[in-house]
Antibody
């Protein structure tokens, strides 16, 4: 059973960089596609982007180049960095897995709440 | 961007009732790439249906999905207490991947 666990600061100041990690257990991040998805009352569920097992990335254009995903295979971690955050980036952030892009998100982390506030 | 619009926003029903949830896409989407999720408070979304109509492992057969083109439907044939939750449709055919706004199924 694949398990995903998000971690990172729960509070980030406006204009700073949000950094989160997703640690995967019960499977290898060298396979599959790994996405970050966020959820807020205003925007609902919003896909942020994915990183493939080959390190290829694709991002939601709505985030205007503020996002970078990376992976550390030896640590079984996928990382999210989002620059220049504003209050609109306050959300619960999830990581989730697809076995292939043709497959749906079958495993999700529990999510971590990030609040952007001074 | 393929915008998914779910209706109704809220369904007020009783246990044992039938629930019919709709999802309309702004652009045609291949059914293979349409999924439905259930989300209970404080929990991440849980995959119910993939490929528009295939139940995920462990999902009871009272859940069924159908549809094609731009119109997709999730039916819960007889609501159980644990089914009162929010349901989301999702397309992963084209980037950016998108989700509908959700339908809340609440106890009447």
């Amino acid at each position: 059973q694949v398990k995903l666990q998000e971690s990172g600061p729960g509070l980030v100041k406006p204009a700073e960089t949000l950094s989160l990690n997703c640690t995967v257990s019960g499977g290898s991040i060298s396979n599959d596609y790994w996405s970050w998805i966020r959820q807020s009352p205003d925007k609902g569920l919003e896909w942020i982007g994915y990183i493939s097992n080959m390190g290829n990335t694709k991002y939601n254009p709505s985030l205007r180049g503020r996002v970078t995903l990376s992976m550390a295979t030896s640590q079984s971690q996928i990382s999210l960095k989002m620059t220049a955050v504003t209050a609109a980036d306050t959300a619960v952030y999830y990581c989730a897995r697809q076995q292939w892009l043709a497959d749906p998100f079958d495993f999700w982390g529990q999510g971590t709440l990030v609040t952007v506030s001074a | 961007e393929n915008v998914l619009t779910q209706s109704p926003g809220t369904l007020s029903l009783s246990p044992g009732d039938r629930a019919t949830l709709s999802c309309r896409a702004s652009q045609t989407v291949t059914a293979d790439f349409v999924a439905w999720f259930q989300q209970r408070p404080g929990q991440p979304p849980r995959l119910l249906i993939s490929g528009a109509s295939t139940r995920a492992p462990g999902v009871p057969d009272r859940f069924s999905g159908s549809g094609s083109g731009t119109d997709f439907t999730l039916v819960i044939s007889r609501l159980e207490t644990e089914d009162f939750a929010v349901y989301y449709c999702h397309q992963h055919a084209s980037a950016p991947l998108t989700f509908g706004g959700g339908t809340k199924v609440e106890i009447k």
